[in-house]
């Protein structure tokens, strides 16, 4: 009578997917670079912005400072309505066929900016030293 050879019962784990050590190496350069980008989004910042600059059509045609809190208009082609309140600037409302400056919000970190093509108008939030952008250096 032949000996039947029976199999092991089957553990749940098949042979060969064990972690080696380029998995481990995958990880960390993942779980690294998540970090990084973490604390980057947080340090995105180089300090609040001090003021708004009001440019139309390449002249700069006004400075609020941003701790204000002051409603102006900007004429032109159009009528931009600005809001300046402590800390933080946005077009409330536009008569220029886009609306894209209003649809921006509220700004609030230096660097950034409301465009108004159509009125040629450009809010700049700036101070604070965060001039310079990753792109620039």
């Avoid at 350069?29 to 980008?37: F, G, R, W």
Wanted: net charge negative; glycine share 10%; charged share 20%.
């Amino acid at each position: 009578m032949d000996k039947v050879r029976q199999q092991p019962p089957e553990s749940g784990r098949a042979e060969g997917l064990r972690p080696r050590w380029g998995d481990w190496l995958v990880a960390a350069v993942v779980v690294l670079v998540a970090a990084a980008s973490l604390a980057a989004w947080l340090c995105r910042d180089g300090g609040r912005p001090e003021t708004v600059q009001v440019w139309q059509n390449g002249v700069l045609i006004r400075e609020v400072p941003l701790w204000s809190d002051v409603t102006f208009t900007v004429e032109g082609a159009y009528t931009n309505t600005v809001q300046v309140s402590y800390g933080k600037v946005a077009v409330v409302e536009s008569d220029c066929p886009t609306q894209v400056c209003v649809h921006t919000g509220w700004q609030r970190y230096a660097g950034q900016t409301i465009v108004c093509l159509p009125n040629g108008v450009e809010l700049r939030l700036v101070g604070g030293g965060a001039e310079i952008d990753a792109v620039t250096g």
